[in-house]
């Protein structure tokens, strides 16, 4: 029996248009949709299509997979009950209707990076480094520098980006092109499917961790980072073949913030309203600039992570999730996320400081190039004023 919508053409003529129109209209809806939401459609179902001619060979690019499309996670109504939502601002708002959705499909994956979950311990550091798409030039200069893959004393490097979506549809389309030209040519690039803003750092470093769980479980050590800091890679890895015991333990080293409390300024950056956060305590954690843990600290975040709300500021979340499990970060003298903090009338850019620190906030591309060479520089006479600029 024909459904009641659909109606015999002889018995109503008008009943009949109005189904074909009715029809028309949907068919133009789907259209409409396919057309604007083809960037994010068409890689899944037509892959081949949208992979633009390369200028470089690539022989390294796995073959496009379909990824599966798990159900997009729906907003929290409920947040506009909670008191006050109304006057917070709208990131802030944001933030809370989508708080609990922690699994995004991953758009650019690198799943052989560690050489598989049984090559995984071979890796003696990898270089975790939060990026935005649109940050191009800091990605080139990084791969050149500080974040070569290579072997530093018998200790095998990988470096990976971390990146989300552009927040603007316009963006997001050239920038997801960009992404996917990088991942052909260098192989490193983990890009999720959500929105890449501030209050989604934390998202971000959570399928971070997944995904090392998944893919490079044995890795000895991590180092977390942004893109607008220098690294003194040789150092850091001395600096982690110093921290070895017997068997793997705890270990995170960062520029060390205790008894800091949330920002209540509605205008900052850091602004978390009590709604958020009604403890005026943060935990102890290290700045997100740039931190060093160990394989171990990876995972036990990785697993108490699963039991802490997300919260929007990430190195402070990373901070609760070690205070669960009862774990403490440490300071390292050498990791400076808020700059050198060279004497008043030296160069702050002589390289003979640079020589001994771990890492330094906060760095451009041409930095990055001029400062790795330098530091690199046989007859770099320390103890004797050098200026490279
Ligand atoms: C939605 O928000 C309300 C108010 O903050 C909260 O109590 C509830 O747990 C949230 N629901 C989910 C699924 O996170
Ligand atoms: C985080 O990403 C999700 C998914 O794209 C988005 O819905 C949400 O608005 C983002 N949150 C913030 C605070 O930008």
Redesign the pocket.
Request: aromatic residues 28%; contains cysteine; neutral net charge.
């Given at each position: 029996m024909a459904p009641s919508w659909l109606c015999d053409k002889s018995a109503s003529p008008r009943c009949y248009r109005l189904g074909l129109w009715g029809l028309v209209t949907v068919g133009l809806l789907g259209l409409c949709y396919l057309l604007y939401h083809g960037d994010r459609l068409w890689p899944s179902v037509v892959p081949k299509l949208r992979t633009p001619p390369s200028p470089w060979a690539a022989p390294r690019l796995p073959p496009p997979r379909a990824l599966p499309t798990p159900a997009p996670c729906v907003a929290n109504a409920s947040v506009r009950d909670v008191s006050g939502f109304d006057k917070l601002p709208g990131?802030v708002q944001?933030?809370m209707?989508?708080q609990h959705?922690r699994s995004?499909p991953a758009l650019l994956s690198v799943p052989g990076k560690c050489g598989g979950p049984e090559g995984s311990p071979g890796i003696f550091l990898l270089l975790a480094i939060k990026s935005a798409p649109v940050n191009y030039e800091r990605r080139e200069a990084i791969r050149k520098t500080w974040g070569q893959e290579r072997a530093f004393e018998g200790a095998f490097i990988r470096r990976l980006f971390l990146v989300?979506?552009a927040?603007s549809a316009r963006d997001a389309k050239k920038l997801n092109r960009l992404l996917r030209l990088e991942q052909r040519e260098h192989g490193d690039v983990l890009q999720w499917?959500?929105?890449d803003?501030f209050?989604?750092l934390t998202?971000k470093q959570v399928l971070f961790h997944a995904w090392l769980e998944e893919r490079c479980p044995g890795v000895r050590f991590v180092f977390n980072g942004d893109d607008d800091i220098f690294v003194n890679t040789d150092n850091v890895v001395r600096f982690a073949m110093t921290t070895q015991g017997a068997r793997e333990q705890h270990l995170m080293v960062g520029q060390l913030f205790v008894n800091h409390r949330p920002v209540r300024l509605q205008r900052s950056k850091y602004f978390v309203p009590t709604q958020l956060l009604a403890s005026e305590r943060y935990p102890p954690y290290c700045g997100g600039g740039g931190m060093l843990m160990s394989g171990f600290t990876a995972r036990v975040i990785s697993r108490e992570s699963r039991n802490v709300e997300l919260f929007?500021i990430d190195d402070v979340y990373l901070g609760m999730c070690l205070e669960k499990a009862g774990l403490l970060p440490a300071s390292h003298a050498g990791i400076r996320t808020v700059g050198v903090g060279v004497p008043a009338n030296a160069d702050p850019f002589d390289p003979c400081y640079y020589r001994e620190l771990l890492l330094v906030h906060r760095f451009v591309p041409y930095e990055m190039a001029v400062m790795w060479q330098a530091i690199h520089e046989p007859r770099l006479l320390c103890g004797k004023r050098v200026s490279i600029f």
């Open positions: 990131h944001d933030f209707r989508y959705c995004f989300g979506v927040p499917d959500f929105r803003t209050f989604n998202l929007p």
